[in-house]
């Protein structure tokens, strides 16, 4: 699916962000120059294994990053109407924590965590945990509070809602729970919704409709989502568009179809060959050989270098800038130089990708059909 | 892949497993609620479901980490169910080990990891000397892919995927006959999951461990398993071989867990709408049906009626 992304849609852009942690053991530099772009409307998914970073960009957008985290540079400009019915735009970095959670949280940015067990207060209503943003931010009576934390529920998928408001979270289910996480984020109306992991702590059976709730409420509420995952399956299922972090950069971004069934860094191949497929009768999974670099070190070149079975050189010396191979597609890897050599992509991925595109096309062509 | 004889007695045999946690005076959780499964030496077998679907506690039931309610387990010859005899004991205790899931959790973060895969040894004095001893744990370190000077550090400070490693370690060093893995793999993340996987499967052929592998991950499941029984709130509804479960699933509850699998192929995964599964709406009670043989390794349980159903809706099933 091709869509256009245009300037005056642009809800959150993120330059050049550097962010770095203090810690008992040195400096930490978690976020390296990250940047991207969120219209309105949209879903991006930003991808990555843990210590990728991909959740302190967001906590930063949130304003909610940990006491020893400091932004060294760059910007978040976050375009909103305002009060007045004005176009307005801030740069969240240039704020107090306490004033985005004043002024943003809850009400234009919302955010859905990993943990629907502990995000909820146990001793509080279901109810009074919806409606309490509510009646923080916005002028309203208790009783209209109450009925638009119905509707809500209601929308969320959670049956007998009366019943629900008056109840506590220990006697809901882990999918219910997430639901209500859902209905309080969406309480004020947000424009752009956070999810953390949302669907990580659940089954897939669980998982698959809590992603559907997500997606019916984001086109009814026309808002725009960021999801954090590490599962490409659900990033398959929801996003327009996705990010891939490694060590605190992004190193391949571009719509879903591009980084899916064109990848270019060799590190999208492995988290791709990496995931067993369930049509395939693969004797042997494809592995990323290593781990993770620490980030207390200084990265010379490229971060991934040390895991990557198809480094040249010139990855351990300097970093690679991210280059435009088409589209919208960009890629941080040396590889895309044209001065580079030709690297065939591993064998077993090459298969299913073809098997991939194979099987979507046969799919778009039964739905022309239909049309 | 090494030939498994099916023929042979299986090394597990499982007979109406129960195991029921009593809550109060009045409430009962029948977590495990009679279930009957055989798994052969040098096999997968893989125990999927949702959380509460009893999985966990059936591996953790026949550990005997809880006393079951009721059932028979034969382990190799020996009955590990009831009570046990001193010397059935020691056969379960030195023959069949655990992975768990949380690496973070399961290590006693005081000791040295050469002392946490040394223990096992130690209980059952396994060794004649201090020099044997180190052989066997560096010898394990070495094969689960860790290094000599690994054994004296804590394990707080590992990665989580060498902390899996040493799980591992832990377990093989007692060169067991059975190793149940209680979602082994489901806390780490996506490129280490591959590398454990590889790692379990690797040992599995050099040195011809049995696996009951639990885990909610269809797909790494399938990647791994021989044989695969589904459980639903303490049934086990289906089981087969893993292209029996994948290729003609005839349970609803399959079928749903099936086709919840997101798959990384955008335009196909966007168009798609997974199937939904309800147990009360559908009217099925478990405790009605009986097992019902699809083929000689494939299972189903349920009463006639469904059965007949189902077998016609799976004709039309395509995940």
Same mark, same amino acid.
Request: with cysteine; hydrophobic share 35%; glycine share 8%.
């Given at each position: 699916?091709?869509?256009? &992304? ?16 203090? !810690?008992?053991?040195?400096? #930490?530099?978690? =976020? ?24 302190? !960009?967001?906590?930063? =957008? ?22 007045? +019915?004005?176009?307005?735009? #801030? ?11 004043? &002024?943003?949280? +809850? ?102 409709? =809590?992603?559907? #709730? ?29 990010? #891939? ?10 719509? =879903? ?12 191949? +492995? ?29 010379? +070149? ?27 597609? &960009? ?41 | ?7 042979? $007695? ?6 109406? /497993? ?65 009570? /046990? ?45 201090? $020099? ?168 189903? /349980? ?18």
């Amino acid at each position: 699916m091709a869509y256009k &992304r245009s300037k005056e849609d642009r809800v959150l852009s993120v330059r050049d962000l550097n962010i770095s942690f203090e !810690t008992t053991n040195g400096k #930490v530099n978690a =976020i390296r120059g990250v940047r991207m772009d969120l219209f309105k409307g949209e879903t991006i998914a930003i991808v990555g294994e843990s210590g990728s970073g991909k959740s302190v !960009t967001v906590k930063t =957008i949130m304003g909610i990053l940990a006491s020893n985290g400091k932004i060294e540079s760059g910007k978040i400009d976050y375009t909103f109407t305002n009060e007045k +019915g004005e176009k307005e735009t #801030v740069d969240m970095t240039k704020l107090s924590q306490k004033e985005i959670r004043y &002024r943003f949280n +809850g009400k234009h940015i919302a955010m859905v965590f990993q943990d629907p067990m502990t995000s909820l207060d146990p001793t509080m209503t279901i109810g009074k945990q919806i409606t309490e943003g509510m009646l923080l931010h916005e002028n309203i009576t208790r009783e209209e509070a109450k009925t638009r934390a119905l509707h809500l529920l209601e929308e969320v998928g959670i049956e007998n809602p009366e019943k629900r408001f008056k109840q506590y979270p220990h006697q809901l289910s882990g999918g219910m729970r997430q639901r209500v996480v859902i209905a309080i984020a969406l309480a004020c109306n947000p424009d752009i919704l956070i999810c953390d992991e949302p669907t990580t702590a659940l089954d897939v059976t669980i998982q698959a409709k =809590i992603l559907e #709730v997500i997606k019916k409420l984001q086109q009814e509420h026309n808002i725009s989502v960021i999801y954090i995952t590490h599962d490409l399956g659900v990033v398959a299922k929801v996003a327009d568009y996705v990010d #891939v972090m490694y060590a605190g950069r992004i190193i391949e971004k571009g719509n =879903i179809n591009e980084v899916f069934y064109d990848p270019r860094h060799p590190y999208t191949w +492995g988290l791709l060959a990496s995931m067993p497929d369930t049509d395939t009768d693969s004797t042997r999974l494809f592995a990323i050989p290593g781990t993770p670099p620490n980030l207390l070190e200084e990265i010379v +070149g490229d971060a991934f270098a040390p895991r990557n079975p198809y480094a040249l050189a010139i990855d351990y010396k300097a970093e690679p800038p991210m280059f435009n191979v088409g589209g919208q597609h &960009r890629v941080a890897s040396w590889l895309c130089d044209p001065r580079a050599p030709k690297v065939e992509l591993p064998e077993q991925l090459r298969d299913r990708l073809a098997k991939m595109k194979a099987e979507a096309e046969k799919l778009e062509a039964a739905g022309e059909g239909v049309q | 892949m090494t030939q498994i004889d099916y023929t042979k $007695e299986p090394l597990l045999h499982v007979e109406g /497993l129960k195991q029921y946690f009593k809550i109060s005076r009045t409430y009962t959780t029948k977590a495990v609620d009679g279930i009957s499964f055989d798994i052969w030496e040098g096999e997968t077998y893989g125990l999927v479901g949702e959380s509460g679907s009893g999985k966990s506690t059936t591996g953790r039931a026949l550990i005997r980490l809880y006393n079951p309610t009721d059932g028979k387990i034969i382990f190799n010859g020996h009955n590990i169910s009831g009570r /046990l005899t001193k010397e059935d004991e020691q056969y379960l205790r030195q023959n069949m080990q655990m992975i768990f899931q949380d690496p973070m959790a399961c290590l006693n973060p005081r000791k040295k990891v050469y002392d946490i895969i040394a223990q096992g040894l130690q209980i059952h004095k396994l060794y004649s000397s201090k $020099e044997e001893l180190d052989e066997k744990v560096y010898g394990i370190l070495d094969k689960v892919g860790l290094s000599k000077e690994h054994a004296t550090r804590y394990p707080q400070q590992f990665s989580g995927g060498q902390r899996q490693r040493i799980g591992i370690a832990r377990a093989l060093i007692m060169n067991p006959k059975l190793v149940i893995a209680d979602e082994a793999i489901s806390a780490l993340d996506v490129s280490i999951q591959a590398q454990v996987v590889n790692l379990m499967r690797d040992l599995q052929d050099e040195l011809g461990i049995t696996y009951m592998f639990i885990a909610h991950d269809l797909s790494m499941v399938k990647y791994i398993s021989d044989r695969i029984g589904v459980m639903h709130l303490g049934h086990i509804v289906e089981t087969g071989t893993t292209d029996e479960i994948f290729e003609n699933p005839i349970h609803p509850y399959t079928r749903s867990l099936l086709s919840a699998i997101p798959r990384p192929n955008p335009i196909v995964e966007k168009a798609r709408v997974a199937m939904t599964y309800d147990k009360v709406k559908e009217g099925v009670d478990y405790t009605q049906g009986w097992i019902h043989k699809v083929t000689n390794t494939h299972s189903v /349980l349920a009463t006639q009626e469904e059965f007949d159903k189902w077998s016609e809706d799976a004709k039309h099933f395509k995940c």
